[in-house]
C-alpha cells in the first residue's frame, strides 16, 4: 500500500501548467525530505525537485529550475509541485518519494504509485 498518494496530472498542452500534490503521513515520514522524481518511457528515472523535512531548502534538477516550485503545506503532510511552461519532454510518470540527503544521494524511504502528466506540442 502506497504510503505516498499522488494527485493532479494529466494532459496540457506546451507552455500550459500543472498542479502535483502529493499526501503522506508526517509521522511516516517524520525529518524526511519529500519531493519528485519523474520517468519518460525508455528513460532512466530522474529527480525532479525535493524540499527538506523543515522546509528551509529547496533543490532541483537543473531542467526544473526557472519552471517548476517545490512547496509544502504548514502541517507537513503534503508536498505540491506546480510546473509552469511546460514542453513536451516533460512528458512522463511523476513519482513522489521521501527519502534522506534531499532525495539527491540518499536512501529513499517510500514511492508513491505515480501520477501521469502528458504534454503535448
Known amino acids: 500500500q502506497a504510503q505516498l498518494v499522488e494527485s493532479g496530472g494529466g494532459s496540457v498542452q506546451a507552455g500550459g501548467s500543472l498542479r502535483l500534490s502529493c499526501a503522506f503521513s508526517a509521522r511516516t515520514f517524520s525529518s524526511y525530505a519529500t519531493g519528485w522524481f519523474r520517468q519518460a518511457p525508455g528513460k532512466e528515472r530522474e529527480f525532479v525537485a525535493a524540499?527538506?523535512?523543515?522546509?528551509?531548502?529547496?533543490y532541483y534538477g537543473d531542467f526544473a529550475k526557472g519552471r517548476f516550485l517545490i512547496s509544502r503545506d504548514g502541517a507537513k503532510t503534503t508536498v505540491f509541485l506546480q510546473m509552469n511552461n511546460l514542453k513536451p519532454e516533460d512528458t512522463a510518470v511523476y513519482y513522489c518519494?521521501?527519502?534522506?540527503?534531499?532525495?539527491?544521494?540518499?536512501?529513499?524511504?517510500?514511492w508513491g504509485q505515480g501520477t501521469q502528466v502528458t504534454v503535448s506540442s
Open positions: 518519494a521521501a527519502g534522506t540527503s534531499a532525495l539527491r544521494d540518499g536512501t529513499v524511504v517510500g
Open positions: 524540499i527538506t523535512w523543515g522546509g528551509e531548502e529547496t
